[in-house]
C-alpha cells in the first residue's frame, strides 16, 4: 500500500491533475523520484493550464506499464504500479480549499537492475527525494539499519 496527499485546487481550477487523474481512472503510478531528477521533478510542479503535459514540459519520456493505464517515466528507477484503494477527505484549515489524502495497493513493482545490490535495493544509489513540507526536501543519502530488538 502507498499514500499520497494533496492539498488545494489547481491554480487554473478544480482538483490538481494528478488526483483528477487518479479519482477518474482509479489506477495510478508511483514513480520514485531520485536526488538526480529533482530538477526535472520540480518543473513538473508548474502551475501550468490543465491540457499541458508537465512531463513533456519537463522532457521525461513515457513508458507503458504492464497493469494499469497510468504511463510509467521512464527515468525513473522504480515504479509502483497501483488501483485506487481509498480516498479519505482530510480536514482542512484554509477556506474553500482541500485536503485528501490516497490510498493506493501496490499491484506491480518495477526496479531497474543498477540500484540493486545483492538482489535488495540499495537507497544509496538513489538518493530517493521526500518532499517535508513547506518548499523543503530531502535526500536518503545515508541509510542504516537498525536490527529490531527480539523477544526473551
Do not use: W
Not at 507503458?64 to 493505464?69: A, F, G, M, T
Amino acid at each position: 500500500m502507498v499514500m499520497i496527499s494533496f492539498n488545494g485546487y489547481h491554480e487554473h481550477g478544480g482538483e490538481k491533475d494528478t488526483l483528477y487523474n487518479i479519482k477518474s481512472s482509479g489506477e495510478f503510478v508511483v514513480n520514485m523520484v531520485p536526488l538526480a531528477l529533482k530538477d526535472v521533478m520540480n518543473i513538473t510542479t508548474a502551475p501550468v493550464a490543465h491540457e499541458v503535459d508537465e512531463l513533456a514540459l519537463a522532457g521525461l519520456t513515457t513508458e507503458d506499464s504492464v497493469l494499469v493505464k497510468s504511463p510509467r517515466v521512464k527515468e525513473a528507477p522504480i515504479h509502483l504500479e497501483c488501483t485506487l484503494h481509498q480516498e479519505i477527505k482530510l480536514p482542512c484549515t484554509l477556506e474553500n480549499s482541500i485536503n485528501t489524502m490516497i490510498i493506493g495497493n501496490v499491484i506491480g513493482v518495477h526496479i531497474e537492475d543498477e540500484v540493486l545490490t545483492d538482489g535488495m535495493v540499495d537507497l544509496s544509489k538513489i538518493q530517493p527525494l521526500a518532499r517535508l513540507g513547506y518548499l523543503q526536501y530531502s535526500a536518503v543519502e545515508d541509510p542504516f539499519e537498525m536490527v529490531r530488538p527480539q523477544d526473551e
